[in-house]
């Protein structure tokens, strides 16, 4: 009973889509962090800088490596960071995703362990996320592997079939989260800024914190007793966390919260990515049900919206490039526009449901016109 | 099909997920609680805790029970993948209490090499890309006084030194590594009321290649 009950829980079927969300959001921001370092690739991680190789590694831990304990060329750094963006930004794609995705992690780990010094917690969730997502076949959906797999296999099993994994890798992100917010919740019980209500209003009336320090300076103090409640509510919040996700309830409450303090943050302080991290993070939370409901409401809105009529693709199965033609557009078809018919011997066609023929250019640029920006790159 | 696990078939491999994951687990929690616990009280944290507590755990559980070694190693081949897992307790649970604005080097005969004056001209002090990719002072190494941050704020300070004096063509024998510091206000207070200080993070000579005092 409990083998069945753990193979149920932790190898279960999953739907792989709200991973694939939460990939194209880690990828972005890992992408900006790689990205943006170039900027001080001489200062912050050379011999020329300000730490050179021989004195961080005489800092670290001796099983800490880091290619740029190898490198020490700025503008070799430079490409390498360079490299190391290209393929966040592919892993963001979804193109290539998982060895994209080793590579990116790879060279975003080396930077951290080079120069630790100037890292700040979103460094190490970004990294720990990009961990987590290469465990899991992230690259199934939303991606173009899964385009050109689908089109491989001629459009087939597509929207009605979404892609699934096993459950494990996510029931582990799924811990890190909550032991996160266990790990900071204990961190900050032992500190009286927290039990005496005070931590939040000395993180937003600190200029080098508070996105709008000289607008909400003057309305801070009258405002004090409601940031000491937010401080306790804060408090007990990241405590409880983990103890409310085995709950349906208790993980809508919790993650409510954490919407309203990480959005709170996202709008008042100047602590760039870790807000987008964790709310990220939320996504191993979400069903692929609501999350596809979701997107079924928004398909159908813009059907409505923009298409009266499905188009009509008549077609040669002989026909190697038509053939081609229809299962790329199969594959690509996210609003169900286009109904791809194979006849034998007929020449390729468009027309209207309602049967009225369509030329073919003004056919291509109304696909053109509403398929998703990844379309446009296959047509 | 996963990176790491090599296609074993069914049940065998169900048992190789959950082994991995159970010691994963176990070394999240050792590492997120038991350092903690092992962690003096009254040690400021700051932000370099990660890669303080790594140091902290090889130095405790060297040479301990079996479990514990056993752990050790699981940490130690993470840190070799640069503790690509292991998140510990990253907030402050003290926030900071002092504002810190701009951080500036001078010749320690008395000829500034940087500007003194942007200490005082612009909102954020003067201060550079690099000053602003080092994070925020008051909860960062700049405020620490462990050895570790004395090292860094020194390297730091020679690095800045060096490029000014090379931009403005002066020699220089020393530099001074200052910041403007003044506490936050209370609630009610005001807070242009409250002076600025220069404290002095870190001073000494910076012409040589030597290792800057304060490193271990």
Known sequence: MIAAWWRRFFFGPRDVRPLALMRIGVGVIV????????????????????LPSDAAEALMDPWHWSIFHTIDQPMAIAALLLVGGGCALLFTAGLFTRPAGVVAFVILASTHVRNPAVLYGADSVARIWLFYLLL???????????????????????????????????????????????????????????HEGTALWFALANPTYS???????????????????????????????????????????????????????LVAMQIQFWGPLMLLSYLSFVSGRSIHRFWIRHLRETRDKRWSQRLVLRFDPGDGSAESLAARLQALDSFGLIRCVPEAGVETSWSLASGEAVPESEARGRVRGVLPLIGRLFF | MYVFVVPIPGRARRFAITAFAAVHVIALLWWNFGMVQLRPRDQEPTQGDGWTRMHEVADV????????????????????????????????HETGRIEVRGITGFDIAGQPILDPDVLHATEDGGLTDETQMIGNPPCGWSRSDSSRATFLRASYAKFHASVAAEERGVEYIGVQFLCMVRPIHQPGEDPEAIEWRTEVLWAGPVASNAAPSGAR
């Open chain 1, 31 to 50: 992408t900006w962090m790689l990205l943006e370092r170039i900027a001080v690739a001489r200062a912050a991680l050379s011999d020329e800088g300000w």
């Open chain 1, 136 to 194: 899991m076949p992230c690259g199934r959906a939303w991606s173009i592997d899964a385009i050109r797999a689908r089109i491989r296999g001629g459009g087939r099993a597509f929207r009605e079939q979404p892609a699934l994994m096993e459950s494990w890798p996510v029931r582990l992100l799924q811990f890190q989260v909550a032991l996160v917010y266990l790990a900071t919740g204990v961190s900050k019980f032992y500190g009286a800024d927290y």
């Open chain 1, 211 to 265: 996105r709008f320090y000289l607008v909400a300076e003057p309305v801070l103090s009258s405002v004090a007793p409601v940031l000491a409640v937010l401080t306790l509510v804060t408090l007990w919040w990241e405590l409880a966390f983990a103890f409310m996700m085995p709950f349906r309830l208790g993980r809508r409450v919790a993650l409510s919260i954490g919407l309203f303090v990480h959005g709170g943050i």
């Open chain 2, 61 to 92: 559980v060297d040479g301990s029970g079996n479990i514990r070694g056993f752990l050790t190693g699981y940490v130690r081949v993470a840190a070799l993948f640069q503790q690509w897992v292991l998140f510990g307790p990253n907030a402050p």
